[in-house]
């Protein structure tokens, strides 16, 4: 294969895993907005603490594996410990959105400095689990097997995420909920149990997305900021609550973010930025917001 094919494919295939790694922290936050209506800007810093979760687990067991068993599981169950007696509070209260992210944002707080008081703040290296060290060959190309391993494990939660909401009974129940949460409860349905369980599911998503990412990006402190700006990105632009929005944005910037590296460096850490701003000088709303059905 020519070598100047040969680097646009890795280069695209890099954004690929990037994007679809963001898109598993994105759609979680999408799903929590759009199904709760909760703003969550702890959001990323749950996708953080997945990370060095994952490092801990590693610490006890040496098995990467159950470490993408328990961490998100753990987060999943902090989420819903957040949910339960700090955001349905505000909510309950009718406080607005503006209690939501100030009380969000004093949780994100919270974390970042648990995790230095924990962890300290010098940055974690977590080993690429043996079994999918190394790097396969197709075509002429030589790819790492992570990577390959987080584009596959992407699409294989975004199948059930789709699955689950499109498909089950559950699905309709919880988009029903999001619609008209009074009228399903005349029908019976404990809506909080409902909102609590997709606000589970969203920090579960995050958790993923720490684990998956751990290995690949270097565990720190910072890990939230880095991350989390891009994903509230792809939340706004891709139209907010919207999961194809997420879907969509979230590939563009994880090839916008390959290729910027590779031909333009200096103005790569803008162009999520410089993206942003020509979307929504043309569509407020972002790409699929309600205001453009």
């Known amino acids: 294969m020519n070598p100047a094919t040969a680097m ?128 396969a060959s197709f075509a002429g190309i030589h790819y790492p097997i992570y990577r390959l391993f987080i584009i596959g494990l992407s699409f294989c939660i975004l199948a059930l995420l789709v699955t689950v909401l499109y498909k089950t009974k559950l699905g309709k129940i919880i988009r029903a909920t999001a619609s008209d949460p009074g009228m399903v409860s005349i029908l019976g349905i404990n809506t909080p149990k409902v909102f609590a369980g997709v606000f589970a599911l969203g920090a579960w998503m995050a958790g993923v997305a720490g684990v998956a990412a751990a290995p690949m990006l270097t565990v720190f402190p910072g890990l939230a900021d880095q991350v989390g700006m891009d994903a509230f990105v792809v939340v706004v632009v891709g139209g907010l609550g919207s999961l194809l929005g997420a879907f969509v944005v979230s590939l563009t910037l994880g090839e916008l973010n390959s290729f910027g590296v590779q031909f333009i460096p200096k103005l790569a850490p803008v162009l999520v930025f410089g993206f942003m701003a020509i979307v929504l000088s043309l569509k407020p709303n972002g790409f699929f917001g309600e205001g453009d059905h």
Not at 41 to 49: E, P, Y
Request: charged letters at 5%; one cysteine or more.
């Open 8 to 135: 646009y494919i890795i280069q695209a295939l890099h954004g690929l895993a990037y994007g679809m790694l963001l898109f598993l922290v994105a759609s979680g936050l999408t799903l929590i907005f759009g199904m709760v209506g909760i703003l969550n800007m702890a959001h990323a810093s749950l996708f953080m603490l997945s990370a060095y979760l994952c490092y801990q687990v590693l610490a006890f067991t040496n098995s990467f594996w159950m470490s993408l068993f328990l961490a998100p599981l753990i987060t999943a169950c902090l989420g819903l410990l957040l949910e339960r007696f700090f955001l349905r509070k505000v909510q309950a209260h009718g406080l607005g959105h503006i209690a939501e992210l100030l009380l969000t944002m004093g949780i994100s707080m919270v974390i970042a400095e648990s995790v230095k008081s924990i962890w300290g703040t010098e940055s974690l290296v977590i080993s690429i689990p043996p079994s999918l060290d190394g790097l």
